[in-house]
């Protein structure tokens, strides 16, 4: 039997309930479906882990209800960040409190925190009261999840509930931003853009991609790893819609993506499941949530983004 249910009131409740319990639920996000599990209880998180089969070096973010809840898992997150981007798709990487398990933040000192938006999650994180770890709901370096199909296609009934609310408004991850740099530092560009952030917070950096070999050193983010997200169809990537039409006329097994932030993944998808051997993805332009879509899309064809 399916464990996909509508996210109505009793099945957040129910969801709320499981996760208490230390199981996993995964919902809805303004950014994708995420894989849940109570962020404060060691057992209950590494079964995200064992679902996602996530290498352990590779830490989660922990989903609040809003900066109450944040101040008692991490030190104080600028006001002015919380007061204009949350809830939303902005994750910050701040210095964690004890008590905070090393298995949610991978033995570092720091955790990531974000308070979503969507109605859904708002509503299953006020029913649980707790703090949910969750990253997202696919299966380690598979396009992240859009919709509830995409989760049970990735993770079937490793996972206890999933809540369904439809394609997610956003459909690309949150922007990680880590507050213990100076100055700080975007290490995965998402739904909240970089102008966006510099116009708060003056200049901010864009850390480089780096290698997993590097990321598992624990050296680097695991977002940052450079092989992600990635579809089972080779990826190519091109500036100009002539050069990717010029190379189209040459391939018989091609599918071609004009991505939008919204429908990147669920295109990904769509392409491995018409059995393409060949994806030619056109780069949008660095600004805004391009940023966001080039750094996918690079990940996504094994390359080190460039913006
Ligand atoms: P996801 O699996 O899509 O939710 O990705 C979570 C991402 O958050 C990771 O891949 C990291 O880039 C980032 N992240 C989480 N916790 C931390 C942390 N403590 N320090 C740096 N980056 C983090
Ligand atoms: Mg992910």
Redesign the pocket.
């Known amino acids: 039997m399916s464990n996909i249910v509508p996210a109505t009131p009793t099945n957040i409740a129910r969801a709320a309930a499981i996760l208490r319990d230390g199981g996993l639920v995964a919902f809805p996000t303004e950014t ?1 479906y ?1 894989l849940g599990a109570n962020a404060l209880a060691s057992a209950a998180v590494r079964k995200i882990f064992a679902a ?1 089969e ?1 290498p352990g070096w ?5 989903h609040v209800t809003g900066t109450d809840m944040a101040s008692r898992l991490a030190q104080q997150a600028p006001p002015e960040l919380t007061a204009r981007f949350w809830p939303g798709p902005l ?1 910050l ?1 701040l210095p ?1 409190l004890p008590g905070v398990p090393d298995e ?3 033995g ?5 925190l974000r308070a979503p938006r969507h109605p859904v999650a708002v509503a299953l994180l006020a029913a649980a009261q707790l703090p949910i770890a ?3 709901a ?1 299966r380690f370096r598979r396009p ?1 999840p859009t919709c509830a199909a995409h989760v049970r296609e990735d993770l079937g009934d490793r996972v206890d509930l999933i809540l369904d609310d439809g394609p997610t408004p956003l459909g690309i ?2 922007t ?1 931003l ?1 507050l ?1 740099q100076s100055p700080p530092a975007i ?2 560009p998402g739904g909240v853009s970089r102008e966006e952030l510099e116009n708060v917070l003056g200049p901010v950096t864009l850390a480089p991609g780096v290698e997993d070999e590097v990321a598992a050193r624990g050296l ?6 450079v092989k ?1 997200y990635a579809p089972r169809a080779r990826v190519e990537l091109f500036e100009s819609d002539a050069a990717l039409r010029k190379r189209a006329a040459e391939l018989t097994r091609a599918g071609v993506l004009y991505p939008q932030p919204e429908t990147l993944f669920a295109q990904m998808r769509a392409l491995d499941a018409e059995g393409v051997e060949v994806i030619l993805a056109l780069l949008p332009p660095p600004v805004g949530l391009g940023l966001a879509v080039r750094d996918r899309l690079f990940r996504a064809a094994g390359l080190q983004p460039q913006n």
């Not at 590779?58 to 922990?62: A, E, K, S, T, W």
């Not at 570092?108 to 990531?112: F, L």
């Open positions: 994708v995420g996602k996530r590779d830490p989660l973010i922990v994750t990487v964690k949610t933040t991978a570092r000192p720091t955790v990531a969750a990253p997202s696919n992240s991850e949150s990680v880590d213990t290490l995965r680097a983010g695991p977002g940052m790893s992600h």
